[in-house]
Structure formats: C-alpha cells, structure tokens
C-alpha cells in the first residue's frame, strides 16, 4: 500500500538517490502507473497510464474498453477528477473518507459511469450514516433528499435506500404522495416507500398495508379511518 500525504503535508521520497518533495497527488499517479500498459485519455489532452488487469478487475466498464482498444478515452472527467475518485478504489493509506456532498457527488458519478463497484459502495454507506441528517438544520432544504434518493436508486445503491426513504417519509409525507416527485424512481422504491409510509401513519414496524377508508389512498391513516 501507499502512503498518501493528507491536509496539504508533503512527503519526502527518495529517486534514484535523489530527495523529492512530491505531493499527495503525484504519488498516487506513480502508484496508478505500477505495471501500466494502457493509457487513460481526457478531454484536455492529458493521459494517465494504468495497469490494465488493475482498473479491469474494478471496472466492467473499462474491462470491455480495454479489450477493444490500446487507449481508452474517458469523456466528462477531468484527469484531476479522475485522480480523486481513484483514492478511494486504489490500496493508499490512510483509506480516504467522504467528507463532502460534493466528494460523495463526484464519487457517484464516476462510479456510475464506468461501474466502478467498490466506489460505489464507499458512496452507499455515506449515504447511509448522513441520511439523518438531511433536511435538517437552518439551511435544510427538502430537495436533497429527493435529490440523493433519486441518483442512489439510478446507481442501483442498496444500503441506503432505505434510511433516505424512511427520511422523505418523515419530512415530505405530501412529496412521498405526489406523482410528479415519485417519477422516475424504480419499483423497488417505490415499494419501500409504501411501506414507510404505512409505519409512519399506523405508527407499526409491520409490513401490513390497507387502503384507507376514509381517503381511498394506499395506506390506512388515523386521520381518516375510525
């Protein structure tokens, strides 16, 4: 594993008997390019040389494209882009944590794009541990929730379907009923969204479902059933 420099510190490394000063980025590159035998091409021009087998046993994706050419063209991602997400999938020590909805972004748009899995996954459970927070505080704002529900489900994440469901549930019931804000979400969703709704209006842990009595909507409420 490589040790990777955080909070802006330097690292000295020793080349051919020379003493380097090399920054956190630069040594990740070095590491990208153990073994390389294909090349990584960005919009801008730059490239970046990987180990095929490598980035192949991460990436069904890139697995294919390797196959079908020397040099792969990796199109809506900046080399420095590319470079961040590539921490979170490659052996660096301290193992790199998501700190930002910003990180989390960048990393689940990569990791969608070119299916990289264990990204994905890292993406999955920081949902999951800050879906609680959502919408909360004096900058909340609701849209989130939709937001990050909607790009989790399009990635296929599992871990924290739930808990951002169980969050819309909670703070947008009128949202969770509305047909224009459920569009576009998988049935599996919206599944769980009908048995969120059906605990938080009969207050039960249970899976049971009714249409309501008194308002014909999926769910018996305590608003309207008696």
């Known amino acids: ?21 090399v920054s956190g980025s630069s040594m990740l590159e070095e590491l990208i390019a153990l073994n390389a035998d294909v090349k990584l091409s960005f919009d801008d021009g730059s490239t970046l040389a990987v180990n ?24 809506g991602v900046s080399k420095e882009e590319w470079l961040q997400v590539a921490a979170y999938w490659y052996p660096v020590v301290p193992f790199p944590v998501i700190k930002t909805w910003e ?71 009128a949202g969770c009923e509305n047909r224009e804000g459920l569009e576009g979400l998988s049935s599996a969703v919206l599944l769980e969204m009908v048995m969120a709704l059906s605990r938080h209006c009969r207050g039960i842990s249970g899976p049971a479902i009714a249409r309501c009595r008194g308002c014909s909507r999926y769910l018996e409420c305590e608003l309207c059933s008696s």
């Open 52 to 75: 095929s087998a490598f980035i192949s046993v991460h990436s069904r994706v890139l697995r294919g494209a390797v196959e079908a050419t020397g040099s792969i063209p990796i199109a």
């Open 103 to 173: 990180q989390a972004e960048l990393l689940l748009s990569v990791g969608s794009k070119f299916d990289i899995q264990l990204v994905l996954h890292k993406v999955d459970l920081y949902l999951k541990s800050r879906a609680a927070v959502m919408a909360s505080g004096p900058d909340s704002n609701i849209n989130s929730v939709w937001k990050w529900m909607g790009l989790a489900d399009k990635a296929g994440l599992t871990v924290c379907i739930s808990k951002l469901v169980d969050k819309a549930v909670s703070v947008d019931r």
């Open 1 to 21: 594993m490589l040790s990777i420099p955080t909070g802006g510190q330097m690292s000295e490394q020793k080349t051919s008997g020379v003493d380097q000063l």
